[in-house]
Structure formats: C-alpha cells, structure tokens
C-alpha cells in the first residue's frame, strides 16, 4: 500500500535521510524507530508530501505521490510530532477545520467529527477549548485530526510523547482498532516498549540510513539471551544496532 | 481553488482573530480612541465652534489716553484671551506656557506716538514677551497689535487733546526739524489745517448741532471675507476625517502584520506543516491567508470610519464607491505586506518588533499623524513611494476633499500595485520546506 524507494534528502552539507526504502502493507503498524536526529521526521515529511526529496520515491498504491495537490494524498492521515491544534479554538471547531481543508463539509463532516470524537473518547468536551485540555487529551485529539477523512495510511510521529500511561494505553487501543480495519500504520518513536507492543515490523533508522528492517522475533534472535537467560529486551538490541554514543 | 478549504481557513483565522482579546481592543478602541484625540487637536475652526483665541497680557504702564484706547479695543479682539495683569506676572507667565504674548505698553509711550506720528520724532517701543514654541501665534499677535495701536494713535491725534498739543508742539518746533525749507512751509499747512479741523469739531459739539460721535481714527482700509476651500460650498474641513483615516490605517496595519506573525507562530508550531499535507495549492493556502487579512484590515477601517460618522459627523462627501474601492486596495495592501513579514521573518519575536517599526515609520510619512502638507516639499515627493500615503490621500480625497469617484482611481490603481509588488515579493520568498 505504501512502498518508499532509496529516498534521500539534503540540507546544505547535512545529510538528513541518506538512503530509506521500506514498505508497509493493509492492516500493518511498522514502527520507525531511531535515535534523535536519525531522519525520522524527515522520512515522515517526504512520505506526506511537506519535503521534496533529492532522490526516490514516494509509492501509494501505484501512484507515484507528486505535487501539493496530488488527490493521492487524501490516502494519507499526518499525526505530526508537535501538537497540531489551535488552543484558542474548540475541539469541535479544530476537527471541523480539518475536516474541510479535505473538502469535506455538511452532514459527512458531522459525522466524521462524531466518529473520531467518539473514538478518542473526547465526545463530551468537544464544545470545549483545546486549552482547557490535559496533555493526554491533546494527544487524543491531535490523532483524531488526522483520521477525520478516513485514510488509508496513518503517518504517526511519536503521537504519545508527554502522555500519561492511561491515554497511552487509549491510543493504543484505538490504532490496533485501525490496524483491524486494515489501516496500514507508521509508528515513530523512541520507546521500545511501544513498538514491541505495537509493530509488526521494525525499521530502524540511523544517521539517514536503514541498519535494521525485520519482524520483532528476527530482531530478538540478532542478540544471544541475557544473563539470566531471558530474551535480550529490544533496548539491548536498539543500543547495539546504534550505537551508545550520545545524539544530538 | 477549492471553495471550501478556503471558506475553512478564512472562517478559522477570524475566529481566532475575534478570540484575542488584545488584537480586538488594538483594532477596534485603540484606532477610535486616537482618532477622537487627534481629530478634537486638529480639526481647527469649523462652522459651529469659534476659533481658539490666543491667550495675551497686556501690561499698561503708560495710562495716557492712547493706551487706555489701545487695551479697549484689544478687549474687543475675538482673536485675543486677554489678561490685564503685572508687567511680572506676565513674565512668570510666559515662561510657564500659559500665556502666548505679553505686551508692555511703557511709561510715556501715548505720548512719544503722537510725536512719532506726526513729525517722526523717536518712535517708542512696545515690549512683546512670547513663548517660543508658539512663534507663529507671535507674528498674528503683532500684525493685530498693529491694527489697535494705529487706531488708538491717529484717533487721538485726530480727535484728542492729546492731538492738539502734538499739533502745537509739531508747528512750534517746525523750524528744528531740519527740513527744507518748501516741506518745513507744506508740513506747516498740513499741521495748520488740522488746528482748523479740531476748532471745528469744538464749535459742532457746543452748538449741538452735531450728534456725531468722536470721528475715528485710521481703520484697516480693508476688510477680509474667509472661505475654506474645498470642492463644495456647504463641506467643512472636519479634521475628525483625516484622524480616523489615519489612525484607522495605522491600526490596521497593525492588524495585518500581526496576522502575518501568526503565520510565523503556525510554523513554529508546526500548525503549517499540518496544513500543508492536506491536498491543498500554495497558492490556495496563501490567498486564505490574504483573504482573512483583507477582511479584518477592512473591518478595522470601517469600524473606525462608522464611529467617526455617527460621532463627529464625518461624511463620505467625495464617491461612496470610490472610498469603498479606496478602503479595499487599502487594505489588499496591508495583507500582502502582513504575507510579506510572513515571508521575510524568521522568528515572531524579531518580526514583531522589525514590523512595529517598519509600520510606525509608513505612516508617519504617509501623513497617518500629521497632514503631509506640513512636510517640507522635498519629503512630500519622496513619501509618494510610501503606501500608507496614498491611502491616507485617497480616503481624504473621498471625505472632506469631497472629490469625485475620478479621485479614488490613482490612489486605487497605486494601492494595488503595491499590494501586487508585496503579494509577488512574499511569494516567491516564502519558505515551504521544512522537516
Ligand atoms: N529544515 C531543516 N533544515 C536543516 N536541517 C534539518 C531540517 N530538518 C531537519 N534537519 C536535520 O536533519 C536531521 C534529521 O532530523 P529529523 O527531524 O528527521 O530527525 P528525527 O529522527 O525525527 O529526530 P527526533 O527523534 O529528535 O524527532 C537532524 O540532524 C536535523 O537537525
Ligand atoms: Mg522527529
């Protein structure tokens, strides 16, 4: 469904994404996984189209994605890494925003903004202002934003950073919901937890490149078992494919 | 371009413009609030309310007949506030800025004048203490002083006692005067006819037989009839019209850069990026932008011109289409220089403070504060390259210049070429790509 090739991107002399290529299938949350700075937001904003690449290529279906207006982007949802909500306006009024820039208006939109509302259980304070939400619900929010025009494909850039362990779990909750209705999901973030939780596949990504794209059980097989015989955690295996050395 | 989006965006920066309750205050009271302060300085003599009159002491150490003639006819001046106070008090005065001119009539001076006047002896002086921040006031003052003193001299000296011993100390010293001898004779005829003069005047008043009052003396052979010009005879200046002009397209320039900094805090907060991935132009993104901006810089002007009509009587006297076209290039402008600091800004903080300045200095030299007919001729051309000039112009063309709809076309045509000159400099410099 989403297929990226040898995607590549420069800023100056840094080189952001040097070489990423990797596929998600129907139903599937691969989880992008990285250090700070490895070019996972960069990787992200090449897929939805906010960053033109140097080289390769962006596959949706078949459709090679190109140009702001390209209809191929209604396939997919951004949940972006910062909060993208406008804290002086309603959740109702935010979602309806979004809503429309998909051109979607009237009745179907109401009833998308009911959907989502429901989903990210914020129902009954959609007449409220954003700025009157927790963290937690912000975080629910700002993933309903992204599925008001029901895509196929869900971008997620870290959506539970700064979140407490019970709307962590709600969200969870809610993308495995999506994965069974054959969403397909890329999950970024830092917690290996998570992506053991969520993903089935693992991309991991650094200084630009790919050095690990497998199942979750490949992944634990690369490292012998720990000391007291149990299976090394993915931290172990994180911290081995990259390295110790501080970031950033 | 897709309707709905773009009805979205325009919908939802209003509501967030309508949701800060600082940038409504800046562009709604703010703008009315100043305009009604400069307008009240400003608005001069009008048809119903008299002209200020300036405030001036008279000190009257001479007590002689010319100079009590020359305080009651001062007394009468509409132009004067006057005071009869201390040659001391005068001073103090002055210097503290409540009085504008103090004049000292000194010892001796009725006397030294009706010498002066007939046979050039030494002229006296007359002492004028004034503030030098109204050194205009200063020469009013002295060319209606001129009027007094002229009146109460000749009318003495044509009519007084005071005339008559000038007349005959006059034929008395003739001899000394060192004239030729034909102009010492012709002066003395001259002289001679005048003592006929007055024992006429003395035999009407005993025999009754005139009820004449005391002739005057010289007048101003002329009198003066003023007009203010503008296109019609019944439009009064109303310099309430000029202030809400230019504060109102002060404010909303204000307004629209504000707006331009918003954009900037979007991309901050990666609002922007989130736009972006929706299947939208540029193209349509940035003229949601300017629509929205239009709209409120159009708000700001027209709310501030409504109060003014309802309030101070403000009337649209030119073309009501032109003063709307004028109004809408006005504030097309202003929302393309709110994408412009968009465009060139980096963050909200530096922009905020780079387009504060770069605001003030366009209206001050577009005439937002004080008319451009003040500055020096050179300013004037110069400040043709600056927008809010011809803005300021054409919404005084269409209100009390009373100037027709052909007015309102260079300023419109001007307006949005700017607005085209910033639209295409904030495009092609606006920053898109961003991780
Ligand atoms: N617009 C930009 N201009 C210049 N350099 C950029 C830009 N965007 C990203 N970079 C650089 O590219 C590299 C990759 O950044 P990116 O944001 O993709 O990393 P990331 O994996 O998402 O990191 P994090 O985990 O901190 O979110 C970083 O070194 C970053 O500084
Ligand atoms: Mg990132």
Redesign the interface.
Same mark, same amino acid.
């Given at each position: 469904m989403l297929k990226i090739n040898n995607l590549r !991107?420069t800023?100056k002399d840094l080189v952001?994404v040097s070489d990423v290529s990797f596929t998600l299938e129907r139903g599937q949350l691969v989880g992008l996984l990285g250090p700070n700075g490895a070019g996972k937001?960069?990787t992200v904003?090449m897929i939805?189209?906010?960053?033109?690449p140097d080289r390769g290529e962006v596959l949706i279906g078949d459709h090679r994605l190109s140009g +702001?207006? +390209?209809?191929v !982007?209604?396939r997919?949802g951004?949940v972006?890494? +910062?909060?993208?909500?406008?804290d002086?306006?309603t959740a109702h009024?935010n979602l309806?925003?979004?809503g429309?820039?998909? +051109?979607?208006?009237g009745a179907a939109l109401e009833q998308s903004i009911a959907s989502v509302l429901e989903l990210v259980e914020l129902s009954d304070r959609a007449s409220d202002r954003v700025k009157t939400f927790s963290g937690g619900m912000k975080r629910r929010l700002n993933l309903a934003?992204g599925l008001l025009h029901d895509p196929d494909i869900l971008l997620l850039d870290e959506p539970t950073v700064g979140v407490d362990p019970q709307s962590r779990n709600a969200i969870f909750d809610n993308l495995e919901a999506l994965k069974q209705r054959g969403k397909a999901l890329l999950y970024t973030t830092h917690y290996m937890e998570e992506a053991e939780r969520l993903a089935d596949r693992i991309v991991v990504i650094d200084h630009g490149n790919v050095i690990a794209n497998e199942t979750l059980a490949e992944l634990h097989a690369r490292v012998p078992a720990g000391p007291d015989g149990g299976r090394a955690t993915l931290e172990t295996v994180f911290l081995m494919l990259t390295g110790r050395s501080l970031r950033d | 371009m897709p309707i709905t989006p773009l009805i979205a965006m325009v919908r939802k920066d209003l509501q967030l413009f309508f949701a800060d309750r600082r940038a409504v205050i800046m562009s709604f009271i703010v703008p009315i609030a100043i305009g009604s302060f400069f307008g009240s300085i400003f608005s001069g003599p009008s048809t119903n309310t008299e002209a200020a009159r300036i405030p001036v002491a008279i000190v009257d150490q001479d007590g002689s007949p010319i100079s009590n003639d020359i305080v009651a006819s001062a007394r009468t001046d509409k132009n004067f506030a006057l005071s009869l106070i201390s040659a001391d008090a005068t001073r103090d005065q002055v210097r503290r800025g409540k009085m504008t001119v103090g004049v000292i009539i000194p010892k001796g001076f009725g006397d030294a004048a009706g010498k002066a006047f007939f046979s050039g002896g030494a002229k006296p002086q007359l002492d004028l203490l004034f503030d030098p921040s109204h050194a205009t006031e200063l020469a009013m003052v002295r060319g209606i002083l001129t009027e007094h003193v002229m009146e109460a001299v000749s009318k003495e000296m044509f009519t007084g006692p005071g005339g008559r011993k000038a007349v005959d100390d006059a034929l008395g010293h003739l001899q000394s005067t060192g004239l030729p001898s034909d102009e010492q004779r012709a002066l003395g005829t001259m002289l001679h006819s005048v003592q006929a003069y007055y024992s006429q005047q003395d035999a009407a008043a005993s025999t009754g037989a005139s009820t004449r009052t005391r002739a005057p003396g010289l007048t101003m052979p002329y009198s003066t009839h003023e007009e203010a010009v503008t296109s019609g005879a019944n439009i009064a200046y109303n310099g309430y019209a000029h202030s809400f002009a230019g504060m109102g397209i002060q404010f909303l320039l204000f307004a629209t850069s504000g707006l331009g900094i918003e954009i900037l805090l979007e991309r901050q907060k990666g609002l922007w990026k989130r736009l972006r991935s929706a299947p939208i132009s540029r193209l349509t993104l940035l003229a949601g932008k300017t629509l929205s901006m239009t709209i409120v810089a159009l708000m700001t002007l027209l709310v501030s011109f409504a109060f003014a009509m309802v309030v101070f009587h403000v009337h649209i006297s030119g073309s009501l289409i032109g003063f709307l076209s004028v109004a809408i290039a006005t504030s097309l402008m202003a929302a393309t220089f709110g994408l412009l600091i968009a465009a060139l800004g980096h963050t909200p903080q530096a922009a905020r403070g780079v387009s504060t300045l770069a605001v003030l200095m366009m209206v001050m030299l577009g005439g937002a504060w004080v008319p451009t007919f003040i500055f020096p001729s050179w300013l004037q051309q110069l400040t043709l390259v600056v927008p809010a000039r011809w803005a300021v112009d054409g919404l005084d063309a269409m209100t009390w210049r009373g100037i027709g709809l052909a007015g309102a076309v260079a300023p419109t045509l001007v307006l949005l070429g700017f607005a085209a000159f910033f639209g295409i400099v904030a495009m092609s410099r606006f920053r898109w790509e961003e991780a």
């Open positions: !991107k800023y952001a937001t960069t904003s939805a189209g906010l960053v033109t +702001d207006t +390209d209809p !982007k209604r997919i951004l972006p890494q +910062d909060l993208a909500l406008y002086e306006l009024d309806r925003f979004f429309a820039l998909y +051109d979607l208006t934003a | -």
